[in-house]
């Protein structure tokens, strides 16, 4: 007998790993799906189309899958990995895994339930999974009087009837994702520095006692792809603030950062580009509406102010479409208006765009459906509370109204969540 002896594992299963130098590799895939198997090396072909590559749905510590680009076409047709309800990189399946890389090779060995799936050679790699969309959004607390109801938002842009909410009922705070797929309401009148947690299916937390400065008429955005920020507003004595607090992504509120940009309250804000926010438009006590809007970095820093353009409005709302822009609209200028401003990848204010719903102040907004906003309820004067609603679609295109849910209320907080539609 000739031949060299190597050591095999013997798994809890009780059948034997196979060595790492003992892949069997298989014949050139060239489908646009195929299922792998432990032990197995893969030719991947996407000259003529991208792959989806479906891993084991069970697997074992020490399980083995190589996948290589055979002809270095996957920065054209590239490749995606379903994990097939295991994790990936420590993520769950939810998550988008794409190799992009013409050229690239992946050597994937499992680890635990834990992290999953894990490219041999590091944890962290370039092409990282990324969070899918959110899909609903929730509406919540808000005033003709102070109240603490929540309305629901499926992943088509319905907005459901009122549901009594937890918390203490208030108005003028603000709201935000973090986690992907969870979102926060902080802070409003009184004021307060209170926070009130989203779950991913849509259930609003008790109060959690706040942390920073207590203040109303502020606003929050989601950064950094699983954080949020909340930022401006004013306090007790008719005091501006510039401050900020960030939100991790476990959902708790910093301590006051010093601001950067004009003081104001009455602020929009909304997530844009890749893990960045913008702060736009306000109002300044004692001296009146503004247009200035201010970036957050994908780490959270506040950038200086950047001139107005289009219309001055605060207490109006922004919202993010199309999967890296997002759009503001609405407000108290000189009178209540329905003008939009389209706000690019790159945080660029676009010129106005004419109003297509009905002018009004105190509105509230959302992203919904993955890629879509929406613009509701608010303030007409009068006395008027309405539960009008405006689509936003995935190109930046508002919707003439439509009726809402719910009680007509204004000064309300929006956030999107879940990643299930």
């Not at 749905?57 to 490749?79: H, K, L, P």
């Not at 935000?176 to 259930?203: E, M, Q, R």
């Not at 201010?294 to 605060?314: C, F, H, K, P, Y």
């Amino acid at each position: 007998m000739s031949g060299t002896i190597v050591d095999n594992i013997l798994r809890q299963s009780g059948s034997i790993a196979a060595t790492p130098a003992g892949l069997s590799w298989q014949d050139v895939v060239t489908a646009s799906t195929v299922t792998v198997e432990a032990g197995n090396g893969y030719w991947i072909n996407t000259t003529s189309n991208a792959c989806t590559i479906t891993l084991p749905a069970s697997a074992e510590a020490g399980d083995n899958i190589v996948i290589v680009d055979y002809a270095r076409t996957w920065g054209t047709n590239n490749v995606e990995l379903d994990s097939n309800g295991l994790n990936f990189q420590g993520n769950s399946d939810d998550y988008e895994v794409k190799y992009t890389t013409s050229g690239q090779s992946v050597n994937l060995v499992y680890s635990d339930s834990t992290k999953g799936w894990l490219p041999l050679e590091d944890d962290v790699v370039a092409d990282e999974p990324v969070a899918p969309p959110t899909q609903k959004g929730i509406f919540a607390f808000g005033a003709s009087s102070n109240t603490n109801t929540r309305n629901l938002v499926d992943s088509s842009g319905n907005v459901a009837a009122d549901a009594t909410g937890a918390g203490t009922a208030g108005a003028r705070g603000g709201g935000a994702t973090y986690g992907g797929d969870k979102g926060i309401f902080a802070f409003g009148n009184g004021p307060i520095n209170l926070s009130n947690l989203v779950s991913n299916s849509g259930v609003v937390s008790a109060d959690v006692t706040g942390v920073g400065q207590a203040r109303s008429a502020m606003a929050g955005a989601e950064y950094g792809g699983d954080k949020a920020i909340f930022g401006f507003g004013e306090g007790g004595g008719a005091s501006d603030w510039n401050i900020t607090n960030k939100v991790s992504n476990q959902g708790v509120v910093a301590s006051n950062t010093d601001g950067v940009g004009t003081a104001r309250h009455g602020v929009h804000a909304a997530r844009f580009g890749v893990g960045k926010a913008i702060f736009v438009r306000g109002n300044i006590t004692g001296t009146g509406v503004v247009g200035m809007s201010n970036l957050v970095s994908d780490t959270g820093t506040v950038a200086a102010d950047v001139a107005r353009v289009g219309s001055i409005a605060n207490l109006g709302a922004a919202v993010a479409y199309g999967g890296d822009k997002a759009i503001s609209g609405f407000g108290d200028g000189s009178g209540y208006v329905g003008t939009t401003n389209l706000i690019s990848n790159t945080g660029v204010v676009a010129a106005d765009t004419a109003a297509v719903g009905t002018a009004r102040a105190y509105v509230a907004g959302t992203n919904y459906g993955g890629d879509k906003g929406i613009f509701a309820y608010g303030y007409i004067g009068g006395g008027t509370y309405v539960t009008y609603k405006n689509l936003v679609s995935n190109t930046g295109v508002v919707a003439s109204n439509a009726t809402g849910a719910g009680t007509g209320r204004g000064t309300i907080q929006g956030c999107g969540y879940s990643f299930s539609a």
